[in-house]
């Protein structure tokens, strides 16, 4: 049975990965709490909000009563930051590794079809069952009539091109879920490194380390490798997939499954308070919640792709009975008659 390749970090995986999020982002919660109570720029920010939203339009000259500012210390410490272990328990799926069964069997079809050229052109599967396309040409060869040759040339030799074709399909839907497998690992990773970064930004506040060259930030994922087929990509028969969109696996982890931080695209999460904080860290969500359906939206459009060309491919054989890159035409001989083949059409020839 082949196994995928693509291995999920084990920090990135199972309850590792969902216990790690809640921890750090009821951490986070903690500390956003802790800095809007203790540090006094965030403190006042967070009064003059408060009493805003509680007396629109009134002046803001008036002193505020000492019951009011203890209620919103009571509302920071209760309500405020209740969402924030939530909004990150959303990120707990997908599961890259839910789509392991798909990719494993993928694979083990691939390799059930895999073949080579031979030097006079023709192909030969490497599995016994496959090797038997090119033994019935020889056989053949000890037959005669038109049904022989009507055999020949609308099933073996057909399939000789169809095999290689389904093959280099299965391959690049394969990698099109490795793809998607990739995005969701990427996804974890840059879940964990944006609760990192704002706990980070938040224990700092008090002491005024985020800012300059010490601002604390945050990446999103990288993006899949994703290409059109042209001829060099795929060879031989499987040219007919020229044109397909095409998730390049290979050139996605290049630079590693886990991109380093310098190869993406960095967000600020610090601010001059906690609720200038928490507020970044809501459009970093945002920011990865975009970027992480643009990358899904990439492997839904190969695999969009991959469909169109095995369903055009195969309208010549369902429509006209007539053989195509996904598909063989029924020879006329799976319809002979007895008294047809008897006639001369389907008949050995003397052995040497």
């Known amino acids: 049975m082949a196994t995928t390749d693509i291995v999920t970090p084990a920090e990135l995986a199972g309850q590792a990965y969902e216990q790690a999020v809640r921890d750090r982002a009821r951490k986070l919660e903690q500390e956003l709490i802790r800095q809007t109570l203790e540090d006094a720029t965030s403190w006042a920010r ?12 009134e002046w803001d000259g008036v002193p505020i009563d000492s019951a009011e500012v203890d209620r919103y210390r009571q509302q920071v410490s209760t309500q405020d930051y209740e969402w924030v272990v939530p909004s990150f328990e959303r990120f707990l799926v997908p599961d890259p590794d839910a789509l392991d069964p798909i990719i494993d069997a993928l694979a083990t079809i691939e390799g059930s079809l895999d073949g080579d050229a031979n030097a006079n052109g ?12 090119n033994d019935v040409r020889d056989d053949l060869k000890f037959w005669d009539g038109a049904f022989k040759d009507n055999f020949i040339d609308n099933l073996v030799t057909p399939l000789e091109t169809m095999v290689p074709n389904q093959r280099e399909v299965i391959k690049c839907t394969r990698q099109a879920i490795e793809g998607a497998k990739i995005v969701h690992i990427r996804m974890r990773r840059s879940v964990l490194n944006m609760l990192d970064t704002g706990i980070k930004a938040t224990q700092q506040l008090s002491n005024g380390a985020c800012t300059g060259a010490d601002v604390m930030k945050w990446a999103s994922i990288a993006m899949c490798a994703v290409g059109t087929a042209v ?3 795929v060879t031989g028969p499987a040219a007919v997939l020229a044109g397909a969109v095409i998730v390049d696996v290979g050139g996605t982890i290049l630079n590693g499954l886990v991109p380093p931080e310098e190869e993406k695209t960095k967000l600020e999460l610090a601010a001059e308070t906690a609720t200038g904080v928490a507020s970044n860290i809501l459009n970093a969500q945002s920011v990865l919640g975009n970027d992480t359906f643009v990358a899904e939206e990439d492997i839904a459009r190969s695999l969009r792709s991959l469909h169109r060309i095995v369903v055009e491919g195969r309208l010549p054989t369902l429509t006209s009975n007539r053989s195509g890159p996904f598909g063989v035409a029924t020879p006329t001989l799976a319809d ?3 008294a047809q083949i008897t006639g001369g059409y389907f008949r050995p020839v003397h052995r040497p």
Do not use: C, E
Not at 46 to 54: E, G, I, L, Q
Not at 122 to 133: F, K, N
């Open 46 to 57: 967070a009064v003059n909000d408060k009493w805003a939203d509680a007396h629109p339009g």
């Open 336 to 338: 002979a008659t007895p």
């Open 231 to 233: 001829g060099g990509l």
């Open 122 to 133: 023709t192909w030969t599967g490497t599995s016994p069952a496959l090797a038997r396309i």
